[in-house]
């Protein structure tokens, strides 16, 4: 049969031009010329089509699927350009598949297949590659070669004679197909490659592949090398660690703890440690130790004994229980504050007869700014020997910042509370909260319900902090908490403190304050050794240029004044050595606030009233007219309900009692208008119904009202004459405008102890409880006319009338007054 093959194909040949040979199709091999592979090949069809060639002794022409996937391919769905193969060595395997070493001889393009059955034989044209020797092509043939040659070295895989073969190609398309045969293409690319025909555009194609390979190539070396360094270094520190451990047992130290870790182990072991904190630091140190030292978790377990260790469990400094020590300290730092004082005498004082039976008290220091409360917790502190710390409250939100966050997150700490006493550096500090009512409340929780814990002596003898994750003992420290309102704390966590209140400074104690602390301060800080303030200038500042319960303005007022006496004895003018008020004016300008003053004459329906501010006390006068009208009542100054509720009051106590009081007016054929001054200023609260009636039953009898003459207190329809607060303030306010009697509810004759001496001296306090004992003593009684202002007036009185009267308006502080 093969006999009959070959005449056919004779018999043909002798009239074809072109030569035809038989087909092997390939799914996924592309053949390039010059170069050889292995082949197997185990379908039927194609071992017909090897015999036939190996027969004849002539070549195959190879192509490649257009689709693998294909099983028979047609015609059309093989490429048409695909390599003449010349047939080498052909081994039959067990299987009877056939092993071939195919040789690429020349590009060939098939034209048409002239037999199908058994084999498919088929016409091509074979394809001759023009010879470019121009400069660009050879410059692009030896740049090809040199990267060849380096992807040689970095792949390490190219043999030898394929690299030998591609150093000795005479031109680009020779080198093209011998480097496209060693890189790693798909069959698209490879057959890409085989249909360019154009020499050089086939070698910048491999030009541009052969780069990117080389490139992939050096940065695999690169991470090669440093898997390789890292495999070094821990095998290094691995023989650095067993030869550590071997030296070890040689000189006998050997144990579960060795290196940093022993030292660890025996810094925890001479700690006076809770037993279940020691158990604990064991076992985290245990875990520590039997840890790679690659572990990530190594970091965490360091710094968690590190706050271990650190912590103070049971160190303690020792109290100071010298009585009279304690008073000179707190003397000595801070004038005033009686009760206060008082508190902390009475807290040594039982510490010294019961040291093991008390507990730690929790005290809350409520008062305005300025009044001393964070400074005095310092001299605390000094008084008993123990360390200060202190942490403010204000701006949290976040309940983590004070148990801490757990350690199960990223960059996980401890508490405030636990990071302070780490601070403090022993477990019996005296600890301040500082503004504890400035505490706020989001979605990350409620700190002020986590200092519940904190704050509550039968709690905090076993605090949990979330990051320490064992009990800790606070039940020794000294809280102190301040804060500006008790409004603002949580029910449950003001009833765990014990509140003292700062009512503010009196003008006499803010004048004491002044000339022992404040002055010598600022003189020191400023480098003035001789500069004094008389007591005139020093109330100047007081009442003109301050406003505040403290005395922090104050403060800065003396420095403002040492400011410019340090100027003009740096400039060699004229030095000042003696403050007086004229200086302060000069220096500082006009004065910025006003304060009340006893009015000049007795008036009609006009009564003088106290009021409770932030700033301390004040006087209001209040005004009432009455009009022809239709019985209407106008309120006007800014009143809030409270106090428009006891204008009200007094005028229905008014009307009720007409005829016992002599008030002869037909109420339904009158308006009364009744007016606060300094509208700008907000008032609200109870405690003027007793002045507002005096005003009014003053301008209904048309009898004057006695201009030395205050008076507080709340009204009720019978009369009846209710407590008030601030009485101490009110009392300084009624000192301070030059008034002679103050009007006081009965029931406020338990503030009596409270009003300073000196203004008990001065101002005659009536304590009254209805209305019919206030008439006498407020009313001008029948028949006298009312007191003029007389020449024979105090120095003081002048001095404040002339002042007043050169005085230009300064605006108000919108500072609301309690009435």
């Given at each position: 049969?093969?006999?009959?093959?070959?005449?056919?194909?004779?018999?043909r040949?002798?009239?074809?031009?072109?030569?035809?040979?038989?087909?092997?199709?390939?799914?996924?091999?592309?053949?390039?010329?010059?170069?050889?592979t292995?082949l197997?090949?185990?379908?039927?069809?194609?071992?017909?089509?090897?015999?036939?060639?190996?027969?004849?002794?002539?070549m195959?022409?190879?192509?490649?699927?257009?689709?693998?996937?294909?099983?028979?391919?047609?015609?059309?769905?093989?490429?048409?350009?695909?390599?003449?193969?010349?047939?080498g060595?052909?081994?039959?395997?067990?299987?009877?598949s056939?092993?071939?070493?195919?040789?690429?001889?020349?590009?060939?393009?098939?034209?048409?297949?002239?037999?199908h059955?058994?084999?498919?034989?088929?016409?091509?044209?074979?394809?001759?590659?023009?010879?470019?020797?121009?400069?660009?092509?050879?410059?692009?043939?030896?740049?090809?070669r040199g990267?060849?040659?380096?992807?040689?070295?970095?792949?390490?895989?190219?043999?030898?004679?394929?690299?030998t073969?591609?150093?000795?190609?005479?031109h680009?398309g020779?080198?093209?197909?011998?480097?496209?045969?060693?890189l790693?293409?798909?069959?698209?690319q490879?057959?890409?490659?085989?249909e360019?025909?154009d020499?050089?555009?086939?070698?910048?194609k491999v030009?541009?592949i052969?780069?990117?390979?080389?490139?992939?190539?050096?940065?695999?070396?690169?991470?090669?090398?440093?898997?390789?360094?890292?495999?070094?270094?821990?095998?290094?520190?691995y023989?650095?660690?067993?030869?550590?451990?071997?030296?070890?047992?040689?000189l006998?130290?050997?144990?579960?703890?060795?290196?940093?870790?022993k030292?660890?182990?025996?810094?925890?072991?001479?700690?006076?440690?809770?037993?279940?904190?020691?158990?604990?630091?064991?076992?985290?140190l245990e875990?520590?130790?039997?840890m790679?030292?690659a572990?990530?978790?190594?970091?965490?377990?360091?710094?968690?004994?590190?706050?271990?260790?650190?912590?103070?469990?049971?160190?303690a400094?020792?109290?100071?229980?010298?009585?009279p020590?304690?008073g000179?300290?707190?003397?000595?730092?801070?004038?005033?504050?009686?009760?206060?004082?008082?508190?902390?005498?009475?807290?040594?004082?039982?510490?010294?007869?019961?040291?093991?039976?008390?507990?730690t008290?929790?005290?809350?220091?409520?008062?305005?700014?300025?009044?001393?409360?964070?400074?005095?917790?310092?001299?605390i502190?000094?008084a008993l020997?123990?360390?200060?710390?202190?942490?403010?409250l204000g701006g949290?939100?976040?309940?983590?910042?004070?148990?801490?966050?757990?350690?199960t997150?990223?960059?996980?700490?401890?508490?405030?509370i636990?990071?302070?006493?780490?601070?403090?550096?022993?477990?019996?500090?005296?600890?301040?909260?500082?503004?504890?009512?400035?505490?706020?409340?989001?979605?990350?929780?409620d700190?002020?319900?986590?200092?519940?814990e904190?704050?509550?002596?039968?709690?905090?003898?076993?605090?949990?902090?979330?990051?320490?994750?064992?009990p800790?003992?606070?039940?020794?420290?000294?809280?102190?908490?301040?804060?500006?309102?008790?409004?603002p704390?949580?029910?449950?966590?003001?009833?765990?403190?014990?509140?003292?209140?700062?009512s503010?400074?009196?003008?006499?104690?803010?004048?004491?304050?002044a000339?022992?602390?404040?002055?010598?301060k600022?003189?020191?800080?400023h480098?003035?050794?001789?500069?004094a303030?008389?007591?005139?200038?020093?109330?100047t500042?007081?009442?003109?240029?301050?406003?505040e319960?403290g005395?922090?303005?104050?403060?800065?007022?003396?420095a403002n004044?040492?400011?410019?006496?340090?100027?003009?004895?740096?400039?060699?003018?004229?030095?000042?050595?003696?403050?007086?008020?004229?200086?302060v004016?000069k220096?500082l300008?006009p004065?910025?606030?006003?304060?009340?003053?006893?009015?000049?004459?007795?008036?009609?329906?006009v009564?003088m009233?106290?009021?409770?501010t932030?700033g301390?006390?004040?006087?209001m006068?209040?005004?009432v007219?009455?009009?022809?009208?239709?019985?209407s009542m106008?309120?006007?100054?800014?009143?809030?309900?409270?106090?428009?509720?006891s204008?009200?009051?007094?005028?229905?106590?008014?009307?009720?009692?007409?005829?016992?009081i002599?008030?002869?007016a037909?109420?339904?054929r009158?308006?009364?208008h009744?007016?606060?001054?300094?509208?700008?200023?907000?008032?609200?609260g109870?405690?003027?119904?007793?002045?507002?009636?005096?005003?009014?039953?003053s301008?209904?009898?048309r009898?004057?009202v006695?201009?030395d003459?205050?008076?507080?207190?709340e009204?009720t329809?019978?009369?009846?004459?209710?407590?008030?607060?601030g009485?101490?303030?009110?009392?300084?306010?009624?000192?301070?405008?030059?008034?002679?009697v103050?009007?006081v509810?009965?029931?406020?004759r338990?503030?009596l102890?409270?009003?300073?001496?000196?203004v008990?001296?001065?101002?005659?306090?009536?304590?009254?409880?209805?209305?019919?004992?206030?008439?006498?003593?407020?009313l001008?009684?029948?028949g006298?006319?009312?007191?003029?202002?007389?020449?024979?007036?105090?120095?003081r009185?002048?001095?404040?009338?002339?002042?007043e009267?050169?005085?230009p308006?300064?605006?108000?502080?919108?500072?609301?007054a309690?009435?």
């Amino acid at each position: 049969m093969a006999g009959t093959r070959r005449r056919a194909r004779a018999s043909r040949s002798s009239t074809a031009v072109l030569p035809e040979y038989p087909l092997i199709a390939l799914r996924e091999t592309v053949l390039f010329p010059r170069t050889t592979t292995p082949l197997l090949i185990g379908r039927e069809r194609l071992l017909l089509a090897l015999e036939e060639a190996m027969d004849d002794k002539q070549m195959v022409v190879l192509v490649a699927y257009k689709d693998a996937t294909e099983q028979e391919p047609t015609a059309d769905q093989l490429h048409t350009i695909g390599t003449l193969v010349e047939v080498g060595r052909l081994l039959t395997l067990a299987d009877g598949s056939s092993s071939l070493l195919a040789t690429g001889v020349q590009r060939v393009k098939i034209l048409e297949f002239v037999q199908h059955e058994p084999f498919h034989q088929v016409r091509v044209m074979p394809i001759f590659e023009p010879n470019d020797d121009s400069a660009a092509t050879e410059a692009l043939v030896r740049v090809v070669r040199g990267l060849f040659e380096d992807g040689a070295q970095l792949g390490g895989h190219v043999p030898d004679e394929v690299l030998t073969a591609a150093i000795n190609a005479d031109h680009a398309g020779a080198l093209a197909d011998v480097v496209a045969s060693t890189l790693k293409l798909t069959i698209g690319q490879k057959q890409e490659l085989l249909e360019t025909l154009d020499p050089a555009a086939r070698l910048q194609k491999v030009h541009v592949i052969l780069a990117k390979e080389i490139k992939v190539m050096e940065l695999e070396h690169k991470i090669s090398d440093r898997v390789a360094e890292e495999m070094d270094k821990s095998q290094r520190e691995y023989f650095l660690r067993e030869q550590l451990r071997v030296i070890q047992n040689e000189l006998g130290e050997s144990g579960p703890y060795a290196g940093e870790y022993k030292e660890l182990h025996d810094q925890l072991t001479q700690m006076q440690l809770p037993d279940e904190v020691r158990r604990r630091a064991e076992k985290e140190l245990e875990r520590l130790a039997q840890m790679p030292p690659a572990s990530p978790e190594i970091g965490i377990i360091r710094t968690y004994l590190d706050w271990i260790s650190e912590l103070p469990w049971s160190q303690a400094s020792e109290d100071s229980i010298d009585m009279p020590h304690v008073g000179r300290v707190l003397n000595k730092n801070h004038f005033a504050l009686p009760r206060v004082k008082e508190r902390i005498v009475e807290h040594i004082a039982v510490r010294k007869l019961a040291l093991n039976e008390m507990r730690t008290p929790v005290l809350c220091f409520v008062g305005p700014p300025g009044t001393g409360k964070t400074s005095l917790g310092k001299s605390i502190a000094e008084a008993l020997g123990r360390k200060f710390v202190r942490v403010s409250l204000g701006g949290i939100r976040d309940e983590a910042e004070v148990r801490g966050h757990r350690r199960t997150y990223i960059g996980a700490m401890p508490g405030r509370i636990i990071q302070t006493m780490r601070r403090a550096g022993t477990i019996n500090p005296v600890f301040m909260l500082d503004e504890i009512d400035k505490i706020g409340a989001d979605y990350r929780g409620d700190p002020s319900a986590s200092l519940l814990e904190v704050l509550d002596p039968e709690q905090n003898f076993a605090f949990s902090d979330h990051y320490l994750d064992v009990p800790y003992d606070l039940s020794k420290v000294f809280f102190i908490c301040t804060a500006n309102w008790l409004d603002p704390i949580p029910w449950a966590l003001h009833d765990r403190l014990e509140v003292i209140q700062f009512s503010g400074y009196t003008e006499h104690e803010k004048l004491r304050i002044a000339k022992s602390f404040l002055i010598d301060k600022q003189l020191k800080e400023h480098g003035l050794k001789k500069l004094a303030f008389s007591d005139a200038a020093l109330r100047t500042l007081i009442r003109e240029y301050t406003y505040e319960a403290g005395v922090r303005n104050l403060e800065r007022e003396v420095a403002n004044i040492c400011r410019k006496v340090a100027r003009r004895v740096a400039e060699n003018r004229s030095a000042v050595k003696h403050v007086t008020p004229q200086l302060v004016t000069k220096f500082l300008g006009p004065p910025k606030y006003e304060f009340g003053v006893m009015e000049e004459e007795d008036q009609i329906g006009v009564a003088m009233g106290m009021a409770w501010t932030a700033g301390g006390g004040d006087t209001m006068p209040i005004e009432v007219t009455i009009m022809d009208g239709k019985g209407s009542m106008q309120l006007t100054g800014q009143l809030g309900d409270m106090t428009q509720e006891s204008a009200h009051a007094a005028l229905s106590y008014a009307r009720s009692h007409a005829r016992e009081i002599g008030i002869a007016a037909n109420f339904d054929r009158m308006d009364i208008h009744v007016h606060f001054p300094e509208g700008a200023v907000p008032k609200d609260g109870p405690s003027a119904g007793v002045t507002l009636a005096i005003a009014l039953i003053s301008a209904l009898l048309r009898r004057p009202v006695r201009r030395d003459v205050g008076m507080t207190g709340e009204i009720t329809l019978r009369g009846r004459i209710l407590p008030v607060g601030g009485l101490k303030e009110k009392a300084l306010a009624a000192h301070r405008a030059g008034l002679k009697v103050l009007v006081v509810p009965h029931k406020n004759r338990k503030d009596l102890p409270e009003i300073p001496r000196e203004v008990q001296r001065d101002v005659k306090l009536m304590f009254v409880k209805s209305m019919d004992e206030v008439l006498p003593i407020a009313l001008v009684p029948e028949g006298h006319q009312p007191a003029q202002a007389r020449k024979t007036t105090s120095r003081r009185e002048r001095s404040l009338r002339r002042r007043e009267a050169f005085r230009p308006a300064p605006d108000q502080p919108a500072t609301q007054a309690s009435p």
